[in-house]
Nanobody, 112 residues
């Protein structure tokens, strides 16, 4: 069974940083593209960042230059380093591979 579990969310002040983790079981992340998404209260889920099998990365314009996606193959984990956080980054963050279902996500709250 493929399962991705997100963690690392919490409360941060504007300008602060958080690092989210996405730990996988039942799937080898290095063989798969993985994406981070987020859903803010009252809004649709949106794509945030992605990393391909060959480690190419892409970002939404809203987070480019502030967020970094990376992968640790030994830990079968994908990270999302979030710097210079803004209140509009407040959302539940999810990671997903093509063969995985949506997980529970991790809540990020950024105070002004």
């Amino acid at each position: 069974q493929v399962q991705l579990v997100e963690s690392g969310g919490g409360l941060a002040q504007a300008g602060g940083s958080l690092r989210l983790s996405c730990v996988a079981s039942g799937i080898i992340l290095s063989f798969n593209a993985v994406d981070w998404y987020r859903q803010a209260p009252g809004k649709q889920r949106e794509w945030v960042a992605g990393i391909t099998r060959d480690s190419r990365t892409n970002y939404a314009d809203s987070v480019k230059g502030r967020f970094t996606i990376s992968r640790d193959n030994a830990k079968n984990t994908v990270y999302l380093q979030m710097n210079s956080l803004k209140p509009e980054d407040t959302a539940v963050y999810y990671c997903k591979a093509s063969s995985s279902d949506w997980g529970k996500g991790t809540l990020v709250t950024v105070s002004s």
